[in-house]
């Protein structure tokens, strides 16, 4: 029960930090973190998409260095191919630094 409730407020800060992140792009429409098997589900809608895109992120993690909250991602799945492989070149096992405020928050609930 606990750790259902420290998940659903995880994903609505990073959900909230994503956004930021993207705000030219588009926005999380739905984000679900689960922390038991490491995998964050997101549905976006983007800028000139007709249909969302999904990704599923595994073996994810939160760094923590120098002040700062980082994500990392070890694998990422999307229902577009070619999102996919971006991913894998710019995304895959680097850290995304979480905007301060938002990363305040969710350094707080883990």
Do not use: C
């Amino acid at each position: 029960m606990i750790l259902r409730l420290k998940d659903q407020a995880l994903s609505r800060a990073l959900t909230l930090a994503v956004n930021a992140k993207i705000s030219s792009y588009g926005r999380v429409t739905k984000l679900r973190l689960d922390s038991s098997s490491r995998i964050i589900e997101a549905e976006l809608d983007l800028e000139g998409e007709v249909m969302p895109l999904r990704l599923t992120l595994r073996d994810y993690r939160f760094v923590h260095r120098g002040g700062k909250l980082y994500l990392s991602i070890g694998k990422i799945e999307s229902s577009r191919r070619w999102i996919e492989s971006l991913a894998d070149d710019y995304l895959r096992n680097r850290e995304v630094e979480l905007p301060e405020r938002y990363g305040k928050l969710t350094e707080k609930l883990l």
